[in-house]
């Protein structure tokens, strides 16, 4: 059974900056693609970024690019969302993703993806 367990939201100021964690277990992590999306209330799943099984590429939208950055550690079954500079309209619930295969590529699509974490809520005020 895959589980995905999210940490490491809040409340910051703009232009401020939060770091948010995935713990993945019951998966083969270093095999399969990492995807962060984000979700308002009333809203569609919106994909924030993406990094590939392998750590080697990632994907980003361009409502963040420049300030939000992917990563994955492995080795500790983890994966990171590392947000600077954050804007008011960044505020909601974020989710992490894993793909439902293996080796698969980077992508937007959230069907592309299995199994979900519970979203941590992120604030942002101005």
């Known amino acids: 059974q895959v589980q995905l367990v999210e940490s490491g939201g809040g409340s910051v100021q703009a232009g401020g900056s939060l770091r948010l964690s995935c713990a993945a277990s019951?998966?083969?992590?270093?095999?399969?693609?990492m995807g962060w999306f984000r979700q308002a209330p009333g809203k569609e799943r919106e994909f924030v970024t993406g990094i590939q099984w392998n750590g080697i590429s990632t994907l980003i939208a361009d409502s963040v690019k420049g300030r939000f950055t992917a990563s994955k550690a492995n080795a500790r079954n983890t994966a990171y969302l590392q947000m600077n500079n954050l804007k008011p309209e960044d505020t909601t619930i974020y989710y992490c993703?894993?793909?439902?295969?293996?080796?698969?590529?980077?992508?937007?699509?959230?069907?592309?993806?299995?199994?979900w974490g519970q979203g941590t809520q992120v604030s942002v005020s101005s």
């Open positions: 993703a894993l793909q439902k295969l293996m080796y698969g590529s980077v992508s937007s699509n959230p069907s592309t993806y299995g199994y």
């Open positions: 019951g998966r083969t992590f270093s095999s399969t693609t």
